[in-house]
T-cell receptor, first 114, second 120 residues
Framework: DGGITQSPKYLFRKEGQNVTLSCEQN?????MYWYRQDPGQGLRLIYY???????QKGDIAEGYSVSREKKESFPLTVTSAQKNPTAFYLC?????????????FGPGTRLTVL | AQKITQTQPGMFVQEKEAVTLDCTYD???????LFWYKQPSSGEMIFLIY??????QNATEGRYSLNFQKARKSANLVISASQLGDSAMYFC?????????????????FGTGTLLAVQP
């Protein structure tokens, strides 16, 4: 079955610690994305990558970092510089290129900073 | 500035009835795409339907249809014959501009969502 997996589902971290959220896809998609969702709000784009070894900042990239060393994987690191990291994080992927490029989402990771 | 507005924070509908979820958008681009996603309590975002700005026909996918009124900049989602499993948050999203590999991005802008509750 093709799809997007995110792990872990729930994550707790102490203030001042970095933490890495996993996102893997086996859809053979070129593009991958990270979004953040806060209660009562829509999704906001953190980072995106259109191709391996390349990524761009989204609207709220401060305090986050990413890498794209493999097509299948796009991990997100929430650093201690992120002032309010408690949120629901969603990873998505899309075919890339031209046309109606629909993004498909993973199940999400809920991060809580204690 | 690009913006998506969903003015209905929450809605109730009786099972088997139709319901319309409102979405208006603001963009200066001639080419754009509009999406609807469903988010159940589990959190996953499920793609429902897509409408391109140049599409002349309203998009339909099973019980979902998109009432696209370009001049009014609205893209309302219509769910026919509501089912209990339709209870969820629904998000409207917009992608601006042409997608060119290595050029314009596929960035989505989301609205704040509408919580739909289907009553038996």
């Amino acid at each position: 079955d093709g799809g997007i997996t995110q792990s872990p589902k729930y994550l707790f971290r102490k203030e001042g610690q970095n933490v890495t959220l996993s996102c893997e896809q086996n859809l053979n998609h070129d593009a991958m994305y990270w979004y953040r969702q806060d209660p009562g709000q829509g999704l906001r784009l953190i980072y995106y990558s259109q191709i391996v070894n390349d990524f761009q900042k989204g609207d709220i990239a401060e305090g986050y970092s990413v890498s794209r060393e493999k097509k299948e994987s796009f991990p997100l690191t929430v650093t201690s510089a992120q002032k309010n990291p408690t949120a629901f994080y969603l990873c998505a992927s899309s075919i890339g290129g031209q046309g109606a490029d629909t993004q498909y989402f993973g199940p999400g990771t809920r991060l809580t900073v204690l | 500035a690009q913006k998506i507005t969903q003015t209905q924070p929450g809605m109730f509908v009786q099972e088997k009835e139709a319901v319309t979820l409102d979405c208006t958008y603001d963009t200066s681009d001639q080419s754009y795409g509009l999406f609807w996603y469903k988010q159940p309590s589990s959190g996953e975002m499920i793609f429902l339907i897509y409408q391109g700005s140049y599409d002349e026909q309203n998009a339909t996918e099973g019980r979902y249809s998109l009432n696209f009124q370009k001049a009014r900049k609205s893209a309302n989602l219509v769910i026919s014959a509501s089912q209990l499993g339709d209870s969820a948050m629904y998000f409207c999203a917009m992608r601006e501009g042409e997608i060119a590999y290595g050029g314009a991005t596929n960035k989505l802008i989301f609205g704040t969502g509408t919580l739909l509750a289907v009553q038996p």
